[in-house]
């Protein structure tokens, strides 16, 4: 079956930067767009970015120029690179393929950005 595993969570201060991941199985990586989301305490789910099967990237315009978002196929991984994170972006991400009519979530990874 289809799963989605982030990892690369964690705490950090204010400017600084972590690189998330998000290893799949079970689905035919290469084919599909996979897309990061995240949920901040009291806030619905957003859309933070993604990247089409050819490798191209759409970003929200709140993490535009500080987040960059790649794959890797040969691994099955998609990455979220975060720079300059602010105490903003503090939320549960989660990465997301769509198959279809079915979305298929990861249980997410917590980050949070202390000021």
């Known amino acids: 079956q289809v799963q989605l595993v982030e990892s690369g969570g964690g705490l950090v201060q204010a400017g600084g930067s972590l690189r998330l991941s998000c290893r799949t199985s079970?689905?035919?990586?290469?084919?599909?767009?996979m897309d990061w989301y995240r949920q901040a305490p009291g806030k619905q789910r957003e859309s933070v970015a993604f990247?089409?099967?050819?490798?191209?990237?759409n970003y929200a315009d709140s993490v535009k120029g500080r987040f960059t978002i790649s794959r890797d196929n040969a691994k099955n991984t998609v990455y979220l690179q975060m720079n300059s994170l602010k105490p903003e972006d503090t939320a549960i991400y989660y990465c997301?393929?769509?198959?279809?009519?079915?979305?298929?979530w990861g249980k997410g990874t917590l980050v949070t950005v202390s000021s």
């Open positions: 997301n393929c769509r198959i279809g009519l079915m979305d298929y």
């Open positions: 079970g689905v035919l990586f290469e084919l599909y767009r």
């Open positions: 990247i089409t099967s050819s490798s191209i990237p």
